[in-house]
């Protein structure tokens, strides 16, 4: 991608450029491997990104293949909006769209492959029964009585499961392999259940389905994938993995790879937990801005590039490790700033008075649209009588250090003149309802004639043109940065994780403003109109701030202090964890 930065070099990088290099790949072959029972996270990005990154630094190819080996959680729905969000990320798999149903009839038949050399059997013991017979990490497993059972039973069996003779959970078929190992994934491992369930493509030609560890590794052997690369998760199922590629006739030998997951605080990356957040009805969807899905972020105005940057700056490492979220917004900031244009809008407005302005006339000032870039323009905005500031620009009765608008000062507004406040106007309960000003008509464009300076800047908007709008600020929707670590994850949402403010007004160029596509409210933020716009209201939702707020409080506040040290130690734990 001519907008990407060179990726830095990575452990798996590294092998695959050996691997290329000693001759052992001649063309390298990845896959994305998504089961669709949920809409792609901001942790999956950087597995695409992985996936097909090496595929297009090294020019091989990468696969996306669907994991769809259970169907009870599987849906079109997901299988749409993750071909989408991988389109989207800026990869293309080409002809390369594959889905482990495809193979179902091979894997079944390599199932038999293993009945016949007596490398698997059919188990009728009950899950409870097998569990206890597993053993557990310290203690040995039991071989189970079917394990003696003939080929010949064996096959017939399995057969008749094919056949839909037997009820869902009433006989598995399980690799015959060691319950004595020391690795809990190769105390034969089931391969294959009973599931009476329509299949989104199979329909019902299916009732047994072969697990993840069966169908993985088979689906990468029979696409000739050279480098399987998972989460760390999967590090215990590699020698499994590689016990079905050396006992089955498969057409390669794909070797698995594995790095740590991305975490990233005050969000949680975990489908499950992400499908509980739609069904239960605490967002909107799956694309709720707050969600840290694909379709939540590009939703908030983020472009594919942040997310391409972001992933770059984190690396990949075997190392578990958290990512401050502040990270994502910086590489969202720094993706945004040279290219979103500049807009004025007022979120909580206060009217300013221009006493010495005719009423009833207006003018034209020109703003420029980018500041860093003179030939993105300039716009025409309108000045009048009546305009509106940011109430937070305001202060009757200023502190020191407060250097904007206060009474008898002079502040400039953007674009346009010094105005000085002479009054203030109250409302029935002495609430400030306007500012009574003047402007120095020689200060068009800025700058006084004689030299005097002020101390700030306002944005500001027309009471003649301003179009009223909604503006949505969003928050982490958690409230630790690491949400869950204490119990029950839904009692660490935030609360107000979403403030929504109905008063706010808008230069008119802003109202045809492209859906999703962030635009700079200046001094304020990043933030793009909305689909959830009507006819006659736009909505515009916040991508970004402009500053990472959270740093620059972090000297005096002891709180988020203390959650740094929560990350740094939940980091250090994740590290000591055994692989
Ligand atoms: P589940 O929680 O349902 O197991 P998953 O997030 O692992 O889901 P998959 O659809 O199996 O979802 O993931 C597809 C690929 O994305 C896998 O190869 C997985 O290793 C990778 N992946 C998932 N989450 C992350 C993450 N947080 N960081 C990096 N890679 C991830
Ligand atoms: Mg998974």
Not at 8 to 25: C, K, P, Y
Not at 214 to 240: K, W
Not at 543 to 571: F, H, W, Y
């Amino acid at each position: 991608m001519s907008d990407t930065p060179e990726p830095t070099r990575d452990f798996i990088r590294d092998i695959v450029a050996s691997d290329l290099e000693a001759g052992h790949t001649e063309q390298v072959v990845t896959r994305f491997p998504p089961e669709p029972n949920g809409y792609l996270h901001i942790g999956h990005a950087k597995s695409i990104c992985l996936n097909f990154g090496i595929a297009t630094e090294f020019k091989g190819r990468c696969h996306l293949r669907f994991d769809d080996t259970n169907p009870v959680k599987e849906e079109q729905e997901f299988i749409d909006s993750i071909q989408h969000d991988v389109h989207w990320l800026g990869f293309d798999w080409g002809e390369h769209l594959n889905y482990a149903s495809d193979y179902f009839e091979q894997l079944y038949e390599w199932a038999e492959h293993l009945i016949r050399t007596g490398k698997a059997y059919i188990d009728d013991t009950a899950p409870d029964a097998m569990r206890a017979q597993r053993g557990t990490l310290t203690e040995p497993g039991q071989n189970s009585p079917d394990r003696y059972r003939s080929i010949e039973e064996n096959l017939d069996l399995f057969r008749r499961m094919r056949a839909g003779e037997f009820p869902n959970g009433a006989r598995v078929l399980r690799a015959k392999i060691d319950m004595t190992s020391g690795n809990m994934n190769l105390r034969d491992p089931v391969l294959y259940r009973i599931l009476h369930a329509t299949h989104p493509r199979t329909g019902d030609k299916w009732c047994i389905y072969p697990t993840y560890d069966f169908a993985h590794g088979q689906s990468d052997a029979i696409e000739h994938v050279t480098h399987s690369i998972c989460t760390l998760e999967f590090e215990d199922h590699r020698p499994l993995y590689d016990w079905l590629i050396e006992n089955l006739p498969v057409p390669s030998r794909p070797r698995q790879y594995e790095f740590a997951r991305l975490n990233i605080s005050y969000t949680v990356l975990s489908k499950r937990i992400l499908t509980r957040l739609v069904s239960e009805k605490h967002v909107s969807g799956w694309d709720d801005p707050r969600m840290p899905t694909l379709a939540g972020i590009r939703r908030r105005g983020v472009p594919a590039a942040a997310i391409r940057e972001f992933v770059r700056r984190i690396g990949v490492a075997r190392a578990y490790s958290t990512v401050d979220v502040a990270q994502l917004d910086a590489a969202i900031r720094e993706v945004l700033n040279p290219s979103a244009p500049r807009r004025m809008a007022v979120l909580r407005p206060l009217k300013l008075i221009i006493e010495n302005y005719p009423a009833g006339q207006t003018e034209t000032l020109q703003a420029i649209n980018h500041p860093d870039d003179p030939s993105a323009g300039t716009r025409p905005i309108t000045f009048g009588r009546e305009i509106y500031i940011e109430q937070d620009d305001f202060m009757e009765d200023p502190p020191k250090k407060f250097f904007r608008l206060a009474p008898g000062r002079e502040v400039r507004l953007r674009y346009g003149f010094f105005v000085t406040c002479n009054e203030i106007v109250r409302g029935p309960s002495g609430e400030i309802v306007a500012l009574r000003c003047t402007y120095d008509p020689a200060t068009k464009g800025g700058n006084a004639p004689d030299g005097r300076k002020v101390q700030a800047t306002l944005h500001w908007v027309a009471a003649a043109d301003a179009v009223a709008a909604e503006v949505r600020l969003y928050e982490q929707l958690f409230n630790r940065p690491d949400p869950g670590a204490d119990g029950d994850v839904m009692a660490d949402l935030n609360p107000s994780s979403m403030e929504v403010l109905r008063n706010c007004l808008l230069e008119p160029a802003l109202a045809s403003a492209p859906e999703g596509e962030a635009v700079q409210f200046e001094r304020l933020g990043y933030f793009c109109r909305d689909r959830d716009c009507t006819p006659t209201r736009p909505v515009f939702i916040r991508t970004v701030g402009l500053r990472d707020t959270a740093k620059a409080q972090i000297e005096g506040n002891a709180q988020l202090r203390a959650n740094a040290d929560v990350l740094k130690r939940s980091a250090r734990k994740a590290e000591t964890r055994p692989g």
